[in-house]
């Protein structure tokens, strides 16, 4: 009987027609075949080597939700896909090794799909937009518009620039979120821990000493009794909360309810009406310089500033615009937008240049965002200490209080 060989996974770099170096990996019988192909792509090979991502401590782990493609995928595809463009690949030849060397798995199944519609006579654009889960409209549109101009190249390296920026900005924003939400965890399971296992113990010793505890202990020894069916309920609320949470948090009376509180949160509501903004001037700038028609800008930017309130904003100037009259003036009928920004667009669409004033403004908020981000991160990390080990130290304190009145007896 044949024996049927397993594929391997090869790390090659090759020199693409222009001869700029490009980097991947593809998967093969051997070496010879991985060579084959790339010089069936066009490509000068300059190094193949197996790979050792999976082999030992390196093995690929597919945890669930790997199957999504992130916007870091797709700001890599857009910045490589225009390098590849710009150097004269066709659009079908730039695809195929795309689709061939992206570490996301799910994007490189769907742009070989997008290879054969494209290969097929279908335009890239509208192959993209059957597939709004992957390629987001706002990607979508910006390609329509390079395809129609003829400017593919500059608008993937706009879209690249863009998602990179928006990659950057949700870093920060997880470095400010990450440590209070790491601490307050710590604090929880601490709690749960002294009351499930520390305090039955110095219950018992209690027990066999006799007398009237005090009333912290006594507290935490009637806590530490619940615990029994406490821990078990609170276990299924956090799970099925988190459950209900992720079905219904796009839903638009959710969203009207819940987004309005996230602005008035004390601190965080700023960080969180800066990132909007920064997002809204960005993601604006970057469609109306790749010559998407202002309407249609506005009606795909609504939908990706994070915040309903700034929504709603948006789709005012977009009836504005609609009536014929100016861009900036429903903006200032919402707290939402500063009237910094509002006077900067104000002079941007007096000048003809509202795409580079946008440009500045999320720059701006950028810069804004992570000054904010810095500050908070110093301030709350004393905080939080402060209050985990203020918990921790009045449990201990409680669970040694009869030891003290012993004490005092004794004396």
Do not use: C
């Amino acid at each position: 009987m044949a024996t049927v060989t397993k594929a391997k996974t090869f790390d090659y770099s090759v020199r693409d027609r222009s001869g700029k170096l490009v980097s991947g990996t593809l998967e093969a019988t051997d070496q010879a075949a991985v060579l084959q192909r790339l010089k069936t792509m066009g490509l000068v090979p300059v190094s193949v080597n197996e790979s050792k991502a999976g082999q030992g401590l390196q093995m690929e782990i597919n945890l669930p939700g790997s199957g999504k493609v992130k916007m870091k995928d797709l700001a890599i595809m857009s910045r490589q896909f225009a390098t590849m463009v710009a150097s004269g690949l066709t659009l079908i030849r730039a695809l195929g090794i795309l689709a061939e060397q992206t570490e996301s798995k799910k994007l490189g199944q769907v742009l070989t799909e997008v290879r054969g519609e494209v290969e097929a006579g279908a335009a890239l654009s509208t192959s993209m937009a059957k597939r709004p889960r992957v390629f987001p409209p706002l990607m979508t549109n910006m390609i329509r518009a390079g395809e129609v101009g003829g400017f593919l190249d500059g608008v993937l390296l706009r879209i690249a620039a863009n998602y990179e920026s928006e990659v950057k900005l949700r870093g920060k924003i997880k470095s400010a979120m990450t440590y209070p939400v790491v601490v307050l965890i710590m604090a929880v399971l601490a709690v749960f821990g002294m009351l499930m296992f520390v305090v039955p113990v110095f219950k018992e010793m209690f027990s066999s000493l006799g007398g009237t505890l005090p009333g912290p202990t006594l507290v935490l020894v009637f806590l530490s009794e619940q615990m029994v069916w406490v821990a078990p309920l609170v276990v299924v609320l956090v799970v099925s909360s988190g459950f209900v949470w992720t079905r219904i948090k796009n839903r638009d009376d959710v969203r009207g309810f819940v987004d309005p509180l996230k602005l008035k949160i004390p601190v965080f509501g700023m960080l969180f009406q800066k990132v909007a903004l920064s997002r809204f001037a960005r993601n604006m700038s970057t469609m109306l310089a790749a010559g998407v028609p202002i309407l249609q800008a506005l009606d795909i930017v609504a939908e990706t500033t994070g915040n309903i309130t700034l929504t709603r904003g948006i789709r005012d100037v977009q009836e504005s615009v609609r009536n014929g009259e100016s861009l900036t003036g429903p903006l200032s009928k919402h707290k939402v937008f500063p009237s910094m920004m509002v006077q900067m667009m104000a002079v941007g669409e007096d000048t003809g240049a509202i795409d580079a004033m946008l440009e500045k403004i999320s720059e701006f908020y950028d810069d804004e965002v992570e000054t904010m981000t810095e500050s908070l991160t110093a301030l709350l990390e004393p905080l939080m200490i402060a209050v985990l080990g203020g918990i921790i130290g009045s449990m201990v304190i409680a669970l040694y209080m009869p030891m003290f009145k012993i004490m005092d007896q004794i004396k």
